[in-house]
């Protein structure tokens, strides 16, 4: 298909299908763009599809998308490559692999060697610094922190995250990216778990804590936030949606980076890793979700 | 399972409703109205409909309106039966 059959389409290149991975191809597909879903897990590729499909239905139940809109095309794929055929001036790679920097760093030096110079890639990490993940491309002038929140295609808000080394051009094709997508942006300064999750992982870490210690039952803990001081969810129903295991993953990093302790995984969050209680995802977390995989 | 009327079907809904959300609810309250309901709640109701009562809920069905009551859902499974 040359460029012009394109009709000027967008595309977007997604680095991993993972709840993130997933829910970012369906917001760009949702949004009739055309998406390459990269994943080295034949399991996870296999059943990208299926779960892209969900999540553009759930977007449609909930009218998170133009109703008009017809879906893009999605093609899932273990080859990096197809990266390539991103025109830089109408495309972007976001990169949403496991939050450990040695993989989003082999992830992240291949994509941008695989994607035409002066593509905009950005990285999905929830506290992983952008300054630290630049060492890792090519041209880290055009490395932008996105952190998309779960699920991307209901949350308007995107935490961007510039890096010391990001350079302007980078800056204007990420606020294009994100209009494109019908999200906006707010920009923050670098440094592990940006604005977000330097403050909520710990938050979280402590309310964890403090149902092993049984002060209160999760349901009255997030109580608590929702019912007495206004917040939309309490810090353990946020940590259910986000995942437990990437709880647990971003909580490594901050602990790594910062040596404070109030970062160090608690027990019960381990241990609900450990037994496969993900959160909502797996249908069990602190809450139940009637086994019902989202 | 074999709900073959609109009375049952809604029996069916609001069983699955109150054990999910712990709290009693009749035929025509709003689920989503009251915030005790999550709207990512409503994508479960969507399958648990599908798989319950074997019908397909796609296009211009799936909104919200339509899983905003157990009546909503009762009629919806009703019309995609007939």
């Given at each position: 298909m040359s460029a012009a059959d394109s009709g000027g389409k967008r595309m977007l290149g997604v680095l991993g299908a993972g709840t993130m991975g997933v829910g970012l191809a369906a917001l760009a597909v949702g949004r009739g763009q055309r998406v390459v879903l990269v994943e080295s897990d034949d399991g996870q590729r296999a059943a990208a599809p299926g779960r892209v499909r969900g999540q553009l239905r759930t977007a449609q139940l909930l009218g998170a998308l133009p109703r008009e809109q017809e879906p893009g095309e999605l093609l899932v794929t273990a080859?990096?490559?197809?990266?390539?055929?991103?025109?830089p001036a109408a495309g972007a790679v976001v990169e949403s692999v496991t939050e450990r920097a040695d993989l989003k760093g082999d992830v992240l030096a291949a994509a941008s060697a695989a994607a035409k110079d002066g593509t905009l890639i950005t990285t999905n990490t929830s506290a992983i610094p952008v300054g630290e993940l630049a060492a890792a491309v090519t041209d880290p002038a055009w490395l932008v922190g996105t952190h998309f929140m779960n699920p991307p295609y209901l949350v308007e808000a995107v935490e961007v995250v510039r890096g010391p080394d990001t350079g302007e051009e980078a800056m204007t094709a990420v606020h294009a990216l994100l209009a494109s997508l019908g999200r906006r942006a707010v920009v923050v300064g670098d440094g592990p778990g940006f604005v977000s999750n330097r403050i909520l992982m710990r938050m979280i870490n402590d309310a964890a804590r403090m149902v092993g210690e049984g002060r209160a039952e999760p349901a009255a803990l997030d109580e608590v936030f929702t019912d007495c001081l206004g917040h939309r969810m309490g810090p353990l129903a946020t940590a259910d949606l986000i995942g437990l295991d990437n709880v647990v993953d971003t909580l490594v990093v901050l602990h790594e980076r910062t040596g404070d302790d109030a970062y160090r995984p608690c027990g019960p969050l381990l241990t609900a890793v450990g037994d496969g209680r993900l959160g909502r995802k797996s249908g069990e977390g602190f809450h139940s979700y009637g086994g019902v995989r989202a | 399972m074999t709900a073959t009327d609109a009375g049952a079907v809604g029996k069916t809904l609001l069983g699955f409703i109150e054990d999910r959300t712990k709290l009693s609810w009749t035929k025509e309250q709003d689920l989503f109205a009251s915030g005790a309901v999550t709207s990512l709640f409503a994508m479960e109701l969507v399958v648990f409909v599908e798989e319950t009562f074997g019908v397909s809920v796609a296009g211009p069905d799936l909104t919200l309106d339509n899983f905003r009551t157990v009546r909503a859902m009762a009629d919806l499974v009703a019309r995609l039966r007939a």
């Open positions: 080859d990096l490559d197809e990266l390539g055929a991103i025109d | -």
